[in-house]
């Protein structure tokens, strides 16, 4: 019964690498999303996506990239890191609007 | 501005007390809510949702209340345990859109 699986769990990475932050999840959910959460805050939608082959922007996706080539799939991708990208990344399934979001349990990044 | 926001940031209850977490949301559109728990170096948890056709639901230990008129959202945890110490989440979604508006959080600590 894994529900969304997020990996790595951490990583620290140096201005200007990229790299890939994945997430699966085994509910069959057409709905996923990235957020990011910052000390003591919120969480903030980075993309979205209602389906295989279909993504959208959320409120902060500058410096991010998303694919959803699968169901099952929607890797979030930080092409030229930057220290304000550090953070808590959490990726969400749901079955469809206005239901519960199912969340992974994050992957911590430090960008120095 | 976030339009989901709770009264307090850090609540502390006695083990064995109720106790009460509110939530004032600013956009009287918005038709679905749900809260979140979230404990440290986990992703959220689904607790309990409501949709704005009903005042009231009940679940385990848990109530959400939802007052229209004044835009107020608030959930009860009886017999607080110290598994419930962790930091909630109010959210809101408004019709026809896909994504949540989180809140900032309320801390909430169980005394023994």
């Known amino acids: 019964n894994a529900g969304v699986t997020q990996t790595p769990k951490f990583r620290i990475l140096k201005i200007g690498q990229s790299m890939t932050l994945q997430c699966t999840q085994d509910?069959?959910?057409?709905?996923m999303y990235w957020y990011r959460q910052d000390p003591g805050m919120g969480l903030k939608l980075i993309y979205y996506?209602?389906?295989?082959?279909?993504?959208d922007k959320g409120e902060v996706p500058n410096g991010y990239n998303v694919s959803r080539s699968t169901t099952e799939d929607f890797p979030l991708r930080l092409e030229l890191a930057a220290p304000s990208q550090t953070s808590v990344y959490f990726c969400?399934?749901?079955?469809?609007?206005?239901?519960?979001?199912?969340f992974g349990d994050g992957t911590r990044l430090s960008i120095l | 501005g976030e339009s989901v926001g709770l009264h307090l940031p850090t609540l502390s209850v006695q083990e064995g007390d109720n106790s009460i977490i509110n939530c004032a949301y600013s956009?009287?559109?918005?038709?679905?809510f749900i809260w979140y728990k979230q404990e440290s170096g986990k992703g959220p948890q689904f607790i309990i949702d409501?949709?704005?056709?009903?005042d009231k639901r009940q679940g385990q230990r848990v109530t959400v209340l939802l007052n229209k008129t004044v835009k107020h959202l608030s959930l009860q945890i009886a017999a607080t345990q110290p598994g419930d110490s962790a930091v909630y989440f109010c959210?809101?979604?408004?019709?026809?859109?896909?994504?949540?508006?989180f809140g900032a959080g309320t801390t909430v600590t169980v005394r023994a």
């Open positions: 969400a399934s749901s079955y469809g609007q206005s239901k519960p979001q199912h």
């Open positions: 509910m069959n959910h057409n709905y």
């Open positions: 996506s209602v389906g295989a082959g279909i993504t």
């Open positions: 956009n009287s559109a918005s038709d679905y």
């Open positions: 409501i949709r704005s056709n009903m």
């Open positions: 959210a809101e979604n408004l019709p026809g859109d896909y994504k949540l508006s």
